[in-house]
């Protein structure tokens, strides 16, 4: 009698086990095993690298942060909650955030001439309307990311992958600050649905 | 507050935002439950821009953990008191108590107020950019308790409002819920309260395609992560 397919459980849905994976590794890695943080490493370290990268720009730096933020994985193994997300959650939201804290700490040493920092801001304009198109790797994501209004896709776009407060956001796409906030959860929203995010 | 889900899970705040939306977080399920989603959404665009870091990383990373402790997992504090002070903790805790009170009460004021501009710059906006949509649509229900809810509606810009006019306030300790409801039911897509004149509108935010239809429940304060009560009404989304 065959049996077909097993129902997919939680967390396997897109990676086909390999979040089911990523947790055991962690676990291993909370006992202080080495070999389970070398392989939890290699599994993630792309996408840490990738995000950090999208965000800082300087290579140098990116891989310090990298490395920062797998140093506090290792340290902070043991508190991981599950019931809060998952691993690849936990790391990619980490390295987002350590990222973005790297880039505002330098932006508040340079930002302190206002008109200065204005100027900046037009010029970067010109240069984020060139490179808000952010080469995705992923299909699925770029499909997902195509289903975006401008406005949504631009919004999530620099806010996540350069790393702009919403308030910056705003400024540069000379929309209203309350605005950017729905356009942002709605982007999300939508990303979620599309790419299928467990809930 | 409930529509910076979006803004806190992509870090797109400051320190200070952060740290306001993070003491309402705990309370809010709604907003948690988003926020967890929404970071889980970022961990796959964050897989779709994977660049592996130069060897050297993980070489200096591995020698590098061997001299890092690893923190010893959180256990429930137990209540160990010292019995000359005890009197103390009452009073101590009462003062920091009213003091955190205050200090969150003007935080969470001007977060508000802030929050009450924003809000309406962006009805304002949406409002512009559904009734300008070639194909907006309005469907209008009466309400079991007098009044009238009203949706507007544009599928093809994925954007809609909400009105209505006559609906009493929630009765203490709940809140008015919208939904949008799809095959796969009901997904919440904000909370409102009613003022004293009965009215209100709200922008949608969430797509509204692939939804049947708008709907209104009354939930616990916070909102609910699905549908605790009937539907009030029910507006139809679809031609």
Same mark, same amino acid.
């Given at each position: 009698?065959?049996?077909?397919?097993?129902?997919?459980?939680?967390?396997?849905?897109?990676?086909?086990?390999?979040?089911?994976s990523l947790e055991r590794l962690l676990a291993s890695v909370a006992h202080g095993d080495q070999r389970a943080f070398e392989k939890l490493y290699g599994e993630?370290?792309?996408?840490?690298?990738?995000?950090?990268?999208?965000?800082?720009?300087?290579?140098?730096?990116?891989?310090?942060?990298?490395?920062?933020?797998f140093?506090?994985v290792w340290r902070t193994a043991t508190?991981y909650?599950?019931?809060?997300?998952?691993v690849?959650?936990?790391?990619?939201?980490?390295?987002?955030?350590?990222?973005?804290?790297?880039?505002?700490?330098?932006?508040?040493?340079?930002?302190?001439?206002?008109?200065?920092?204005?100027?900046?801001?037009?010029?970067?304009?010109?240069?984020?309307?060139?490179?808000?198109?952010?080469?995705?790797?992923?299909?699925?994501?770029?499909?997902?990311?195509?289903?975006?209004?401008?406005?949504?896709?631009?919004?999530?776009?620099?806010?996540?992958?350069?790393?702009?407060?919403?308030?910056?956001?705003?400024?540069?796409?000379?929309?209203?600050?309350?605005?950017?906030?729905?356009?942002?959860?709605?982007?999300?929203?939508?990303?979620?649905?599309?790419?299928?995010?467990?809930? | 507050?409930?529509?910076?889900?979006?803004?806190?899970?992509?870090?797109?705040?400051?320190?200070?935002?952060?740290?306001?939306?993070?003491?309402?977080?705990?309370?809010?399920?709604?907003?948690?439950?988003?926020?967890?989603?929404?970071?889980?959404?970022?961990?796959?665009?964050?897989?779709?821009?994977?660049?592996?870091?130069?060897?050297?990383?993980?070489?200096?990373l591995l020698?590098?953990i061997d001299?890092v402790r690893q923190?010893?997992p959180?256990?429930?504090?137990?209540?160990?008191?010292?019995?000359?002070?005890?009197? !103390?903790?009452? =009073?101590?805790? *009462?003062?920091? +108590?009213?003091? #955190?009170?205050? %200090?969150? $009460? /003007?935080?969470?004021?001007?977060?508000?107020?802030?929050?009450?501009?924003?809000?309406?710059?962006?009805?304002?906006?949406?409002?512009?950019?559904?009734?300008?949509?070639?194909?907006?649509?309005?469907?209008?229900?009466?309400?079991?308790?007098?009044?009238? !809810?009203?949706? =507007?509606?544009? *599928?093809?810009? +994925?954007?809609? #409002?909400?009105? %209505?006019? $006559? /609906?009493?306030?929630?009765?203490?300790?709940?809140?008015?819920?919208?939904?949008?409801?799809?095959?796969?039911?009901?997904?919440?897509?904000?909370?409102?309260?009613?003022?004293?004149?009965?009215?209100?509108?709200?922008?949608?935010?969430?797509?509204?395609?692939?939804?049947?239809?708008?709907?209104?429940?009354?939930?616990?304060?916070?909102?609910?992560?699905?549908?605790?009560?009937?539907?009030?009404?029910?507006?139809?989304?679809?031609?």
């Amino acid at each position: 009698m065959s049996s077909g397919p097993r129902p997919l459980r939680r967390g396997e849905r897109h990676s086909g086990g390999r979040g089911a994976s990523l947790e055991r590794l962690l676990a291993s890695v909370a006992h202080g095993d080495q070999r389970a943080f070398e392989k939890l490493y290699g599994e993630v370290a792309p996408r840490v690298h990738g995000v950090v990268r999208r965000v800082l720009r300087d290579p140098a730096q990116s891989e310090e942060v990298t490395q920062e933020v797998f140093t506090e994985v290792w340290r902070t193994a043991t508190r991981y909650d599950g019931t809060r997300g998952s691993v690849a959650a936990w790391v990619t939201t980490m390295a987002h955030r350590r990222a973005v804290d790297r880039v505002r700490a330098a932006q508040a040493a340079t930002d302190r001439d206002q008109r200065v920092a204005v100027r900046e801001q037009t010029r970067a304009y010109d240069d984020v309307a060139e490179q808000v198109e952010i080469r995705l790797e992923q299909e699925q994501v770029r499909r997902a990311m195509s289903n975006l209004t401008d406005l949504q896709r631009e919004a999530v776009t620099l806010a996540y992958y350069r790393g702009y407060t919403y308030r910056e956001v705003a400024e540069l796409l000379d929309v209203p600050l309350g605005t950017i906030k729905t356009r942002l959860r709605d982007g999300l929203i939508r990303l979620r649905d599309s790419l299928g995010v467990e809930r | 507050m409930h529509s910076l889900t979006g803004v806190y899970a992509v870090d797109a705040m400051t320190d200070i935002e952060r740290r306001v939306f993070e003491d309402h977080l705990p309370a809010c399920g709604v907003c948690t439950v988003e926020v967890r989603e929404f970071h889980e959404t970022a961990a796959r665009l964050a897989e779709a821009v994977a660049e592996p870091p130069p060897g050297q990383v993980k070489a200096r990373l591995l020698a590098s953990i061997d001299q890092v402790r690893q923190v010893p997992p959180l256990i429930p504090p137990e209540p160990v008191q010292s019995e000359r002070w005890r009197w !103390a903790r009452p =009073v101590l805790a *009462a003062a920091a +108590g009213l003091l #955190l009170v205050a %200090v969150a $009460g /003007l935080g969470v004021f001007t977060a508000r107020l802030q929050d009450r501009v924003e809000e309406m710059q962006a009805v304002r906006d949406q409002v512009a950019t559904v009734l300008a949509a070639p194909d907006v649509r309005t469907v209008n229900e009466r309400l079991p308790s007098g009044g009238s !809810a009203t949706v =507007v509606a544009s *599928a093809d810009r +994925g954007e809609a #409002l909400f009105v %209505v006019s $006559g /609906l009493p306030p929630a009765p203490d300790g709940r809140t008015y819920q919208l939904w949008l409801i799809g095959a796969d039911g009901a997904r919440s897509t904000g909370l409102f309260d009613v003022g004293a004149d009965g009215e209100v509108i709200r922008a949608l935010s969430g797509d509204i395609r692939g939804s049947k239809a708008l709907g209104v429940t009354v939930e616990p304060a916070g909102g609910s992560p699905r549908p605790t009560t009937d539907l009030l009404v029910q507006l139809s989304l679809r031609k």
